[in-house]
């Protein structure tokens, strides 16, 4: 019973620790070995009436991302930076699919039976229930909002850009999605080269 509860509370613990956000990461270059400064420039304006529209958010994002540049050994400089990092946070309406599968439910009924004991056929009757069919599936879909943050970081003397991070997530509590950028950002600088 012991063992039981223990795996139970491991998988509980192990789905949990999924996180409900996509990262990805496009480089041409690393960013840690060339250059050694950066500056911020303003963020890319989002959809207006967005979750991220404020500047708690901005704070978490900027905090985060000095703290994780900092960390590539890397230190602002607004005068003359090697790098230019800009950021966006958007909201967007999606739609999620699912494939709901359908069944076919069989009447329940009561059958005929014979069977023998000692030499006599006696009838009786057996109540069968038979296992729902698989017919097929059904395709639903439901409206759900997506949050993007993007990380681009510029080279400063090409203005091109050299990296991007993304982290792409399905909203589902707006206080929750606020609490979590610092983590989301974290994981987007994961896949920094």
């Given amino acids: 019973m012991k063992r039981q509860l ?3 509370l491991l998988t509980a613990g192990m789905l949990s620790a999924c996180s409900p956000y ?3 990461a496009v480089g041409s270059k690393p960013v840690g070995t060339d250059f050694k400064t950066y500056a911020w420039l303003p963020p890319e304006d989002g959809q207006t009436n967005n979750i991220y529209n404020n500047d708690i958010v901005t704070d978490k994002i900027v ?3 000095e703290t994780e540049l900092t960390k590539k050994g890397l230190t602002i ?3 003359n930076p090697d790098l230019l990092i800009r950021y966006s946070a958007i909201v967007s309406k999606a739609m999620k699919v699912y494939d709901e599968p359908i069944y076919y439910n069989q009447p329940p009924m009561l059958s005929p039976r014979v069977a023998y004991y000692r030499g006599r056929a006696r009838f009786f009757y057996v109540y069968d ?3 729902p069919v698989y017919v097929g599936s059904r395709e639903r879909r439901m409206p759900i909002k997506e949050g993007n943050i993007m990380i681009d970081i510029i080279e400063r003397s090409s203005s091109k850009v050299i990296w991007r991070g993304w982290a792409e997530g399905e909203l589902t ?3 929750k999605a606020i ?4 983590k989301i950002v974290e994981n987007i600088f994961k896949k920094l080269p």
């Fill in 6 to 8: 223990l795996l139970l």
């Fill in 22 to 24: 996509n990262y990805y």
């Fill in 63 to 65: 905090q985060t991302t």
């Fill in 77 to 79: 400089d607004n005068k």
């Fill in 129 to 131: 229930n038979p296992f």
């Fill in 173 to 175: 509590d707006p206080q």
């Fill in 179 to 182: 609490d979590e950028i610092p």
